[in-house]
Nanobody, 126 residues
């Protein structure tokens, strides 16, 4: 079956960095592309990074210049490097593939819409 497993969340002070990883099995990231979403309590689900099958990327203004999404060498792993973190980046982060790359709704994940990781908590303290 399909599985996306995320690692790398944790706690960090403002200004610090974290790198999340998402390893997929049962499908191909290189054909699907990937996305990273986050959701904080009381906030909308937000797409923070999009990675196409050709390697092109897109970011919202809230993280542009601070977050970088990229494939690992084997292309079954996708990374999200996060620098200059602020308390506003505190959220549960989810990787997504297939249709989930185009997800847009108030809450995430939605297991009926594409493939999702289990989520990993990122906490940034001031």
């Amino acid at each position: 079956g399909v599985q996306l497993v995320e690692t790398g969340g944790g706690s960090v002070q403002a200004g610090g960095s974290l790198t999340l990883s998402c390893t997929g099995s049962g499908f191909s990231f290189s054909e699907s592309g990937a996305g990273w979403y986050r959701q904080a309590p009381g906030n909308e689900c937000e797409l923070v990074a999009s990675l196409s099958d050709d390697g092109s990327t897109d970011y919202p203004d809230s993280v542009k210049g601070r977050f970088t999404v990229f494939y690992g060498n084997a292309k079954n792993t996708v990374y999200l490097q996060m620098n200059s973190l602020t308390p506003e980046d505190t959220a549960v982060y989810y990787c997504a593939a297939e249709e989930a790359r185009y997800y847009s709704d108030h809450t995430c994940p939605d297991p009926d819409f594409g493939y999702w990781g289990q989520g990993t908590q990122v906490t940034v303290s001031s």
